[in-house]
């Protein structure tokens, strides 16, 4: 099973600066990685998926990248429904696995 | 618009068996894999099991298999989770959520609003 590791644990961020998010894979998923925001009881939303492709709806705000096993998501400028917690995901391998997240909070 | 409504949840003492649907619509259902996720009060997520477009191939994580059975019926646009044997670490929030295609090597591109399994004595 392919572990992810997300980094850091909480993100302390003032509106209106950047945020960058980071994922590492414990070996390659080629670029089968997706970031999703979870805000507090809600389900998941897709942001990003094939590592740098946004998803329906999603503002051009957010921006991935990365191949390999190394992968950021870039909050380029932080608004007020940006704070949330964001998880990474490859589905490269079977099974698909998670990073445990990082939240991302108002400093 | 796509829309997935769960339903099915609730308490349930350990040893015990739940069935959760999830019921679909904004989308052609039968052309696209689905699973279920869970989260832990105040944990991460966790991938629980998939199913393919048809049905034909199902998966499930180490930690539910042989308890829990994945299914759907593509003529009533629902999922199912037959969930038996449940263990207090089955407790969780459990997301129905869609893949980006027929099969499991695409990310979710929607998911449900999530139902509460509570196991518990």
């Known amino acids: 099973e392919i572990v992810m590791t997300q980094s850091p644990a909480t993100l302390s961020v003032s509106p209106g600066e950047r945020a960058t998010l980071s994922c590492r894979a414990s070996?390659?998923?080629?670029?089968?990685l997706a970031w999703y925001q979870q805000k507090p009881g809600q389900a998941p939303r897709l942001l990003i998926y094939?590592?740098?492709t946004r998803a329906t709806g999603i503002p051009a705000r957010f921006s991935g990248s990365g191949s390999g096993t190394e992968f950021t998501l870039t909050i380029s400028s932080l608004q007020s429904e940006d704070f949330a917690v964001y998880y990474c995901?490859?589905?490269?391998?079977?099974?698909?696995?998670f990073g445990q997240g990082t939240k991302v909070e108002i400093k | 618009e796509v829309q997935l409504l769960e339903s099915g949840g609730g308490l349930v003492q350990p040893g015990g068996s739940l069935r959760l649907s999830c019921a679909a619509s904004g989308f052609t259902f039968s052309s696209y894999a689905m699973s279920w996720v869970r989260q832990a009060p105040g944990k991460g997520l966790q991938w629980v099991s998939s199913?393919?477009?048809?049905?034909?191939?199902?998966n499930y994580a180490d930690s539910v298999k042989g308890r829990f059975t994945i299914s759907r019926d593509n003529s009533k646009n629902t999922l199912y989770l037959q969930m038996n044997s449940l263990r207090t670490e089955d407790t969780a929030i459990y997301y129905c959520?869609?893949?980006?295609?027929?099969?499991?090597?695409?990310?979710?591109?929607?998911w449900g609003q999530g139902i509460l399994i509570t196991v518990s004595s």
């Open positions: 094939d590592a740098s």
């Open positions: 199913i393919t477009n048809g049905g034909g191939t199902t």
């Open positions: 959520a869609k893949h980006r295609g027929n099969a499991y090597d695409y990310p979710f591109d929607y």
């Open positions: 070996q390659s998923v080629s670029s089968n």
């Open positions: 995901q490859q589905y490269n391998n079977w099974p698909q696995t």
